[in-house]
């Protein structure tokens, strides 16, 4: 039976994640590079208009407005069409090469297009649930609020208006977020269950639901210590950049543009699979854990050894 099919602590298990990633850079760095290309490109295509991403502009223009809300909505589209392909070809190698089998990047990917509309599903769902949704009950909480306080704020202080506005306005982000969190930490199995066992779209939820369940703070430390590495290797990258628009008021020429979006490709493709690789193992730490997987994958070997044998000895 495979040796690393057994139940995992949290410090085996991102060993376990650091030994596959580094032994298996070229695949997985390979398959993470589409997501951060497609970003790449967009900011290039941006960038010969004239609009500079993360360029600090005082005095906006309507055509800024515009170009940054078209900006936001073409980085929404290429990161859940990426994501759906990223997140199911990572899983697919993941799963090969834990279960001691091998793979290569177009294998991940052929593997991930013959279900990907419904991963594509998936990933809207999660979307909305996550971001949508909350950010929208923030704006409408925060509408109420204000609206409370404008009935009252002629009894206050200005200092005390505009204590009470900031506390509504973070209050309500921060609900938000925490929301935000709790909803990619729930359904951070989805992806994962919906290629391994088969599953449509609701009942990959539903399985993620139960198999994350006391190992959701397993999860967020994950997440928080793939975060930090993630950054960290992004200012890390981009620092001469930084330290450029820091100087000029938050504004990037273009040469420094380009090197600050070089810096966040590569970033991005050196620590973006990592968190996926974990939750992959995650995914079946807690199947060994509630349903004996690795029990069934021993068996599932023993059948096909006499099924192998017998074809052997025929010929």
């Avoid at 800024?64 to 190698?93: E, K, N, P, Q, R």
């Avoid at 006391?214 to 330290?243: D, E, H, K, W």
């Avoid at 807690?286 to 000895?313: G, V, Y």
């Amino acid at each position: 039976m495979n040796s690393a099919l057994r139940p995992m602590s949290t410090s085996e298990l991102l060993d376990r994640t650091f030994h596959l990633y580094r032994t298996h850079f070229a695949v997985f760095a390979g398959i993470g590079a589409l997501l951060p290309a497609l970003y790449l490109m967009m900011e290039l295509a941006f960038l010969r208009f004239g609009y500079v991403a993360g360029s600090a502009n005082p005095m906006p223009t309507a055509n800024d407005v515009a170009m940054t809300m078209l900006y936001v909505s073409c980085a929404v589209l290429i990161f859940v069409f990426g994501y759906s392909l990223v997140s199911g070809a990572v899983f697919h190698a993941v799963s090969r090469l834990h279960l001691g089998q091998q793979v290569t990047i177009v294998e991940s990917y052929k593997e991930v297009f013959t279900r990907f509309p419904t991963v594509l599903r998936l990933i809207i769902t999660v979307f909305i649930r996550a971001i949508i949704g909350p950010l929208c009950v923030a704006f409408l909480t925060l509408v109420g609020v204000l609206m409370s306080l404008r009935a009252v704020i002629g009894s206050m202080s200005r200092t005390a208006a505009f204590a009470g506005v900031l506390v509504a306005v973070l209050g309500t982000f921060l609900l938000a977020g925490i929301w935000t969190l709790y909803i990619c930490i729930k359904y951070s199995m989805s992806v994962t269950a919906c290629l391994a066992e088969k599953l449509p779209a609701r009942d990959a939820l539903n399985r993620s639901r139960f198999l994350t369940q006391q190992a959701r703070l397993r999860i967020f430390l994950i997440f928080l210590l793939m975060g930090i590495i993630g950054l960290a290797l992004n200012y890390a990258l981009t620092a001469p950049s930084l330290v450029y628009a820091f100087m000029h008021d938050g504004k990037l020429t273009v040469p420094w543009a380009i090197w600050e979006y070089l810096g966040g490709f590569a970033a991005s493709v050196l620590a973006g699979p990592i968190s996926t690789i974990a939750i992959v193992l995650v995914y079946y730490d807690q199947r060994i854990r509630k349903e004996a997987f690795d029990l069934q994958f021993m068996m599932e070997s023993l059948n096909h050894h006499p099924q192998e044998q017998t074809a052997m000895s025929a010929t």
